[in-house]
């Protein structure tokens, strides 16, 4: 049984210099700030079987033929020499622990170099990990491809499952003390091991029968267990005890050889700290080993999958650190941080996220860099835009430490021979550019972190640097828009929008004709000003965290407070069309103008209408005997408003009240005014009409065998009407006059004589007081 004893969080710090990189013996700890609120504590011991594979007799192939496990969630295959490649495919299927279902063969990614944690003894080649979910079967093959048999396969093939153990955690330990695994280190359990010792002890006791077990040829002479405290066949050196375990997320204090950490020019993010993910630290037994700097960023992909839900993620992350630590033989967990697809940071390699801590995860260029992984396969699909805003935010804080612009190129010293993706070739102690964050596959030959996310860099690079993209005016509340301008009285609120995410924003100023008026948190999309009037250039200024600034589109707002104006007032006239006693045709007249923009024209009574701006006039009708009053509102845009109003009563005069001269005959129907009219044909007759009015309207009825008569007005012939018609009309204005005021007139009719067709039928007068 493992015991563990308490000491004090504030042991002695020695440091070593070796080759440029900090060594830390024991750490004084503080816990680190800005850690995700969200994070629960407490470690969770993971478990590692290891079943070695069996090889075909040519050495073309290897396998593990299906069976039942202990349960599992993560797997990958591992081998004797970090050096050697696999040149052909590996493959894998599981069994679903929650259905009994077995997937399809599952491709396990070869391109990684088990080298890429240097210098130690015991490490391994090895497939990336790939995440399973939940599982308990397995079936494992391995080809080396077609014409590729006589190179053979690498030695010391094994299938390693892991386990990453529950989410439970202990009671929390005093603030004062850190709990230290003081429990005896077991035997290297490895049988293909050829170095450092396991840290923590496996189990591979073989599983009791699965009566669902698919191979019913008896036991695989391919499957080998390992029982704990056996001897390996292939020892690593004799183990020592282990050092204890530094606190989980502890950020060394300064010290004469250790300074403090840099400040970033940026803010940091949220970082699940190790203890919040579950980090068994008893796999850790080893100190850090700090830079000077971190001049660049390799971003990575891993785990295989992007069928995880973001719950899982400290399980993912934890499988990851086994399986780098007992699978791989690497001192730690790879990666300086891991991002899952909801943009969640989890600190990855111990030694305090503020500080410059070697990693292993890219081979050859792990000095000076830090390696982000984001959990997920990105070969064929996209990073979501969380988990890139988070890459992005987390590399810009670790490259602002010191001084390094998310854009920017810098140069880095290869510390191995080799090539990348593109073909390049390094040699060991030679200089290199390389983009300040840049894929995996710019630094190795690999297509990690994945056709579609190393497409993402680009825009990566643009969120973490700067400046503040997208950003536009979206509204303008208070003010009313025509065209590209906008027009209020006084006061605005301005709301604008960028497509930058808001974490990246450090402060938003209005700008009104160039000066700032106020000032925003990143989080804040609005203010409100006052304008003075007149016709203003408003601007939103976006700051970014890196200090760069961009600005919006120039939006016009013309403050207005000086109303609309009917220079001359709404006015009335009779116009032509078809007469009732209730139905009296007008026409509406009007003028308004503004200093600024009319808006339009509202007729609020006898009814409610509403007219554009350029419109200035209107046909309506009115009841006639009866005073109506036409009410009329002027609208500027910037909501100023001018009333305006006129009345008029339109009256009939019927042919009875007329003054007669010549021959004129009453006809009688229900179509004419009052049911009655005169008709005549007679040259000369005339009828004459006096009134005090502003306008005038001569009523007739028309027919195809109508003629002719002339209009004198106040004696003075004005108009010859002809009053045929292709179909016959009833109540007719057919002629109408009007004047600038109301004033006594006389309209005198009198018939043409037209020949063929003389008479003339008329149904009265109209005029309007």
């Not at 090895?126 to 396969?153: D, I, K, M, Q, Y």
Request: charged share 20%; with cysteine; proline share 8%.
């Amino acid at each position: 049984m493992r015991s563990k004893r308490r000491v004090w969080a504030t042991a002695a710090v020695t440091t070593a210099a070796v080759a440029g990189v900090l060594v830390v013996q024991g750490v004084t700890g503080t816990p680190t700030t800005g850690e995700d609120p969200d994070a629960k504590s407490g470690p969770a011991q993971a478990d590692v079987r290891k079943t070695a594979l069996k090889v075909s007799e040519d050495g073309g192939s290897a396998s593990l033929r299906q069976r039942s496990t202990e349960p599992f969630s993560m797997l990958g295959v591992t081998w004797t020499d970090p050096a050697a490649k696999v040149p052909g495919e590996v493959e894998a299927r599981t069994r679903s622990a929650a259905t009994g279902s077995w997937t399809g063969w599952l491709p396990l990614d070869t391109e990684i170099d088990g080298r890429t944690e240097a210098g130690r003894p015991g490490v391994r080649g090895t497939t990336e990990p790939r995440w399973v979910g939940p599982s308990n079967g397995v079936e494992v093959r391995v080809t080396a491809g077609e014409g590729r048999a006589a190179a053979g396969l690498p030695k010391g093939l094994r299938l390693d499952t892991v386990d990453p153990g529950g989410s439970s955690s202990p009671a929390a330990e005093p603030a004062a003390y850190v709990a230290v695994d003081t429990a005896p280190v077991e035997p290297s359990e490895d049988p293909t091991a050829t170095g450092a010792p396991a840290p923590t002890e496996t189990h591979d006791t073989p599983p009791p029968p699965d009566p669902s077990e698919t191979d019913t040829t008896g036991p695989d002479p391919s499957a080998t267990t390992e029982t704990p405290g056996t001897p390996s066949s292939d020892p690593g050196p004799s183990e020592t005890s282990p050092v204890p375990s530094q606190p989980p997320s502890v950020t060394a204090e300064p010290s004469a050889t250790l300074p403090p950490a840099p400040p970033s020019t940026v803010p940091r993010p949220p970082v699940v700290p190790r203890a919040g993910w579950g980090a068994d630290e008893s796999l850790n037994n080893e100190s850090p080993e700090y830079m000077p700097s971190v001049k660049a960023v390799f971003v990575h992909h891993t785990a295989q999958t992007n069928s995880y839900s973001c719950a899982d993620s400290p399980a993912i992350v934890r499988g990851l650190l086994a399986f780098h630590v007992k699978s791989n033989g690497w001192k730690d967990l790879g990666y300086n941080f891991l991002v899952d697809k909801c943009g969640k940071i989890f600190e990855g390699r111990t030694g305090g996220v503020d500080r410059a801590v070697q990693g292993a995860h890219t081979y050859g260029f792990n000095r000076d860099t830090a390696g982000i992984a984001v959990i997920g396969m990105y070969t064929d699909t996209k990073a979501a835009s969380a988990a890139t805003a988070s890459v992005a935010r987390i590399a810009a804080w670790k490259l602002g430490q010191y001084g390094g612009d998310p854009a920017g190129t810098v140069s880095l010293t290869a510390g191995a021979a080799g090539n990348n993706y593109a073909g390049t070739k390094f040699t060991a102690g030679k200089k290199y550019s390389f983009q300040r964050i840049s894929g995996h596959r710019d630094g190795f030959n690999t297509v990690c972190p994945g056709g579609k996310l190393y497409g993402q860099l680009s825009a990566i690079r643009g969120l973490a640097a700067g400046p503040v993209t997208g950003l536009a005016i979206r509204s303008v509340t208070g003010a009313s828009a025509s065209g590209d301008t906008y027009y209020t009285k006084s006061d605005i609120t301005v709301g604008w929008a960028a497509s930058t995410p808001a974490a990246f924003i450090t402060a938003y100023d209005l700008l009104v004709d160039g000066k700032s008026v106020a000032t925003t948190k990143g989080s804040v999309t609005s203010a409100g000003t006052t304008l003075a009037a007149g016709s203003h250039r408003i601007q939103v200024r976006a700051t970014h965290q890196s200090g760069r600034t961009s600005l919006s589109p120039i939006a016009t707002v013309v403050a207005d407070r000086t109303p609309p104006a009917f220079p001359a007032g709404p006015s009335l006239s009779l116009r032509t069309g078809t007469v009732n006693a209730t139905a009296v045709p007008l026409t509406l007249k009007w003028k308004a103008t503004d200093t600024a923009s009319l808006k339009e024209v509202r007729l609020t009574a006898p009814t409610a209408k509403t007219y554009g701006p350029t419109t200035v006039s209107a046909s309506h009708t009115a009841k006639s005997g009866v005073a109506t009053a036409w009410r009329m509102t002027a609208y500027d845009h910037a909501g100023n408003t001018t009333a305006a109003s006129v009345t008029g009563t339109p009256v009939i005069l019927k042919e009875s009240s007329a003054k007669k001269s010549g021959s004129w005959s009453t006809k009688s129907s229900s179509s004419y005014l009052g049911g009655k009219s005169y008709a005549s044909g007679t040259k000369n007759a005339a009828l004459t009409w006096t009134f005090t009015g502003r306008s005038a309207a001569w009523v007739v009825s028309r027919a195809s065998t109508s003629g002719m008569a002339y209009v004198y007005v106040d004696g003075v012939k004005v108009a010859t009407v002809d009053l045929k018609s292709s179909s016959t009309k009833y109540r007719d204005a057919i002629w109408t006059k009007s004047w600038s005021s109301s004033a006594k007139h006389t309209v005198k009719i009198v018939v043409a004589g037209t020949k063929g067709r003389p008479t003339v039928t008329t149904d009265g007068l109209l005029y309007l007081k």
